[in-house]
């Protein structure tokens, strides 16, 4: 446990780079990953090792020693400034100076041209270290990936190497204070001037990064509806809206008519500061076509979304890392079975079997969330350097499987981190041990980048009924065919019957909720979340019999090194499917359930 701010004390963060390791080079292969695609072949493990090594010693040494401090002096604002809490502005230089903003551009547009999923481990170190200070770093890459999705060479050359350098950062400006899910009803206006910029009006709030004090530019991307559009998603323009306006020779002019009005006082994430943003006949750019905003914010929708699953993991992982040690360090009571610290006053807590029943739900979840999440990376990666072919296959895998990941690893990512704070009992409430802390900072992440609830509609309404259950076929035919490859072996079948029971009753659960929404549209509504949940506790469990299998393999070497590595990835495995897997029960009766008890009372009825 490391000192902080006023005596109060951190559970270290320590990258798990061995689970790293695992999942990149036993479980995803990613040798071979990077192998197949164009461009990427130099990507060798050598290359990722030293990736890991350097993100691991940024993330451990410079920011994590940050994150109490920062929640506790949070950020300042004063007449339209905001300042970052000490040692922030100094860590994100060093991280400009590391080159980490441009790892995932392609070479030709100034980047480092590693894959997306280099970046996403990147993001789980920094995002565990200090959500707060990864996430104002991490919103750059908006700006960057919706200008080479659609910026013109001149949008490209002016703004793009200020911030692949991390010497301005950027934002993403989507929401209003009455149009948040429903982006379709924001009221930001944009009118065109005569020399072809647009002139921006209106007040975005939440947004992230809107205003800070360690770049001189910030590039605001803005959603606005040009005058005369039409009504709903299908008017909506994207901008470019600099802090400061850029001279032709690169260097900047004057400021630009964006404010920030104020900063939310919020639940966590204190030290990133939540910004009201005023733009008053602000000069924009058009991104893209007038009216094709929507289209374009698409293009950065899966990486965004899996940016915020990934959030699950890395609060989860660091609150598995504080709960783990104080379980081995905290004395109370004797064990079940008889005194284990004999020579002390009590056994530590991580005799009990309900300690252990929580450390454990933090590991599978935790683990295989990471599993995961990257493997829709690589996925991800298919997109952009595979043959056609992956590509597009790649493409329906993950059109299907974010919206389970964004909804499902971001609320387990508040239960571990709830489970964390349980393991420290009443120590766990108060400050002192960050263990709250780290509750409060995940809590957003099922909120931002669409609801869970947002995120259950789109899969089951637009991506499953919506496809006629073809995606969903998809992912349930390669789970079909692992199961059908380990159909022999004996000792996969304690992963591998539950695995194809629960892949016929995804199925059929599909079939049925379909049917009953032949009747009325609410049913799909009143079955999304139960109906996503179930699928993520099978995609986890698809995840984690992978990952018992290559487990199984190394142990049958005799010659494996740390061969404890290997039994603990089982004994979690077993710990999955006997222990959590079982939830699908009590999922996929609720969300076959039907409507009528959701919608029977009417809105007027609730209270008496
Ligand atoms: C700390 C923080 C940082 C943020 N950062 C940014 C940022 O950088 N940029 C930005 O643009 N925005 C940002 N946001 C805004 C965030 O994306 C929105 O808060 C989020 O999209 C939800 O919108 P809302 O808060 O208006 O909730 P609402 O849309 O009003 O939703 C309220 C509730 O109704 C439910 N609901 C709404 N519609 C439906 C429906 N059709 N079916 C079922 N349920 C429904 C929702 O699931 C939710 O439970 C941030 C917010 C916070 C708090």
Redesign the pocket.
């Known amino acids: 446990m490391r000192q902080g701010t006023g005596n109060l004390t951190m559970p270290d963060y320590r990258a798990p780079v061995r689970d790293m390791k695992f999942v990149l080079n036993e479980l995803l292969q990613s040798e071979a990953h990077y192998r197949s695609l164009t461009g990427c072949e130099e990507l060798t493990p050598e290359l990722l090792d030293a990736i890991l090594d350097s993100a691991s010693k940024f993330s451990e040494n410079v920011i994590a020693p940050l994150n109490r401090s920062g929640d506790e002096q949070g950020c300042g604002f004063d007449n339209g400034k905001v300042t970052m809490p000490d040692g922030f502005n100094a860590a994100f230089t060093q991280y400009a100076e590391g080159g980490w903003y441009a790892l995932s551009v392609p070479c030709a547009e100034g980047g480092q041209g590693l894959p997306g999923s280099c970046s996403i481990v990147l993001g789980e170190m920094t995002g565990s270290a200090n959500y707060s200070w990864s996430m104002v770093s991490g919103?750059s890459q908006a700006p960057v990936s919706l200008l080479l999705a659609a910026g013109s060479e001149q949008q490209k050359k002016t703004y793009l190497p200020n911030l692949l350098s991390g010497d301005w950062a950027g934002?993403?400006?989507?929401?209003e204070s009455h149009?948040?899910?429903?982006v379709g009803l924001l009221r930001t206006k944009a009118s065109r001037n005569a020399d072809g910029s647009y002139a921006i009006t209106g007040t975005?709030i939440?947004?992230?990064?809107g205003e800070q004090d360690f770049t001189d530019n910030i590039i605001h991307t803005v959603l606005a509806r040009v005058e005369g559009a039409p009504a709903g998603t299908r008017g909506i323009s994207l901008f470019v809206v600099p802090k400061r306006m850029v001279n032709e020779d690169g260097s900047l002019g004057d400021a630009n008519a964006v404010s920030c009005g104020s900063i939310?006082k919020?639940m966590g994430?204190k030290a990133?500061p939540?910004c009201v943003m005023n733009f008053d006949g602000a000069t924009g750019y058009l991104l893209g076509e007038e009216n094709g905003g929507m289209a374009v914010m698409f293009t950065l929708m899966n990486t965004a979304r899996l940016g915020t699953a990934l959030q699950g993991v890395s609060m989860g992982e660091a609150s598995f890392q504080g709960a783990l040690t104080y379980a081995r360090e905290r004395l109370q009571m004797r064990s079940l079975t008889g005194p284990k610290n004999p020579d002390g006053p009590a056994d530590p807590i991580i005799v009990h079997p309900d300690v252990r029943r929580m450390l454990m739900t933090q590991k599978a979840l935790t683990e295989g969330s990471r599993a995961f999440i990257y493997w829709l990376a690589q996925l991800v990666d298919k997109t952009r350097y595979g043959s056609e072919e992956d590509a597009t296959n790649a493409e329906d895998l993950l059109s299907f499987l974010t919206p389970i990941a964004k909804a499902f690893c971001t609320e387990t990512g508040c239960e571990v981190t709830n489970q964390g704070l349980q393991v420290f009992g009443g120590h766990g409430y108060i400050r002192e041990h960050g263990m709250e802390q780290l509750v409060r900072d995940t809590r957003?992440a099922t909120?931002?980048?669409?609801?869970?609830?947002?995120q259950s509609?789109d899969l089951l309404g637009r991506k499953v009924m919506g496809s006629g259950g073809k995606l969903l076929a998809n992912f349930t035919r390669l789970i079909h065919k692992f199961c059908e490859a380990n159909a022999a072996d004996e000792q996969m079948q304690e992963f591998v019957t539950p695995l194809i029971e629960l892949n016929k009753k995804w199925g059929e659960l599909t079939t049925e909720i379909g049917t009953s929404a032949l009747e009325s549209a609410d049913e799909i509504?009143a079955a999304a979340v139960d109906y996503t949940l179930f699928s993520g506790y099978v995609a986890l469990a698809y995840m984690w019999a992978q990952m018992a299998l290559v487990a199984q393999r190394q142990l049958q070497n005799e010659m494996v090194a740390e061969p404890g590595f290997y039994r603990t990835k089982l004994a979690t495995a077993r710990f999955y499917f006997q222990r959590i897997l079982p939830r699908t029960g009590a999922h996929a009766q609720a969300a076959a359930a039907g409507a009528d008890t959701v919608m029977s009372i009417e809105a007027e009825a609730f209270s008496w």
Do not use: A, P, Q
């Open positions: 919103l934002t993403m400006c989507l929401t149009c948040g899910s429903d975005k939440f947004i992230s990064g939310e919020k994430l990133s939540t957003i909120l931002y980048e669409g609801t869970t609830g947002i509609l509504g």
